[in-house]
């Protein structure tokens, strides 16, 4: 819609804009229909009109507007003189007697600018109580610190981990589980490529988490049981609650330390296989060697610390093994114990043929 033209008021000297239209109610007694013919999609009443507070009294200074000549034609004298009194330079100041109720409007800057003024905020919002024209009383509020606290809960709610994310039900935990107790399985389970593209965009849209779920079920099953975890320990299940906010960034660091032992070990495989390939060319060698570096040593201190079989099929039966009592070692915040497993099933299982 079209921003709309506002009226304006005139308190101490300033111009301010007006949420109300004080000349509604003595047109609404004129006529049922609107009596000026609108000139314009931005002021869809016809008219504009100026006010102004003097001596604790509200008068019309300025009217605006084109009269709607057939709607005029079709009123008694005394509505038309009653009109032409309105519109009539002469006669104004005009006390409006007729305006009762309370008016308000913005004073200082804009904190928050919407497509009409009336969904802008400003710093202070004055209010002016009238009975038959007469002011009897006058307050302003300072939404100053309303603001910011919107905008601290702005921010807030973009970190919370039950409002960024869809609802994990009963059976979605169910089939997660049974996710896990299958791990290999589940890992050549390939994500139909609709269903990868809609969780591609959900994740763009809902930031869901840094695992790219669009690789294996298991990942995303293993994401699940994890976010649920987190979600269990909110105490205020509200979106912008303390503990909400809290289990997110707690959440988030879980996930990261899946993927960056998940990363560390696949990048070994890799390096692997590139120096296999690259026979007895040492400047290659050293070459890879430093740009696999901190991958090298990610994984082997992580190889170190978990105790991760050499071989690969004792290492394949011991990622099984964590795969499957994936719960505990959530509880136990053992995720870089997950990321290792969960690369060693994927690899097993073929994933890391998959496209990202």
Not at 348 to 354: D, L, P, R
Request: proline share 2%; with cysteine.
């Amino acid at each position: 819609m079209t921003e709309q033209l506002c009226d304006r008021i005139r308190i101490d000297v300033e111009w301010h804009p007006l949420t109300e239209t004080p000349l509604k109610g003595i047109l609404d007694r004129i006529s049922s229909k609107p009596c000026f013919a609108p000139t314009t999609s931005a002021n869809w009443r016809g008219y504009t009109a100026d006010w102004e507070i003097v001596d604790r009294q509200l008068f019309l200074v300025r009217l605006n507007g084109t009269l709607d000549q057939t709607l005029v034609g079709s009123l008694t004298r005394e509505q038309q003189r009653e009109l032409q009194g309105l519109l009539g330079s002469d006669r104004r100041p005009i006390f409006a007697d007729w305006v009762s109720g309370t008016l308000s409007f913005g004073k200082g800057r804009w904190l928050e600018v919407s497509d009409s003024y009336w969904g802008t905020m400003s710093e202070f919002t004055g209010f002016i109580e009238i009975a038959a024209g007469e002011v009897t009383r006058q307050w302003e509020v300072d939404n100053r610190a309303a603001h910011s606290k919107q905008e601290h809960d702005k921010g807030v709610q973009k970190q919370s981990l039950l409002g960024i994310n869809y609802d994990l039900g009963e059976s979605d935990l169910l089939q997660a589980r049974a996710a896990l107790a299958d791990p290999v399985t589940c890992a050549r389970d390939w994500i139909s490529s609709d269903d990868s593209l809609r969780l591609t965009v959900t994740a763009i849209k809902l930031r869901m988490g840094s695992i790219a779920l669009r690789k294996t079920r298991l990942r995303r099953a293993l994401y699940d049981l994890t976010r649920a975890f987190f979600v269990s320990q909110v105490v205020d299940r509200t979106i912008l609650s303390t503990s909400d906010c809290a289990a997110r960034r707690r959440f988030d660091v879980a996930l990261r330390h899946i993927e960056d032992a998940m990363l560390a070990h696949s990048m070994v495989r890799s390096f692997r296989e590139e120096v296999t390939g690259l026979g007895a060319s040492l400047t290659e060698t050293l070459r890879f060697v430093r740009f696999q570096l901190k991958y090298l040593e990610v994984a082997a201190e992580l190889t170190t610390a978990l105790k991760v079989p050499q071989t690969d099929e004792e290492r394949l039966e011991w990622a099984i093994a964590a795969i499957k009592a994936a719960e505990r070692y959530i509880e136990d915040g053992n995720f870089s114990l997950l990321g290792v497993a969960l690369e060693a099933v994927e690899f097993a299982a073929g994933g890391n043929n998959a496209d990202d």
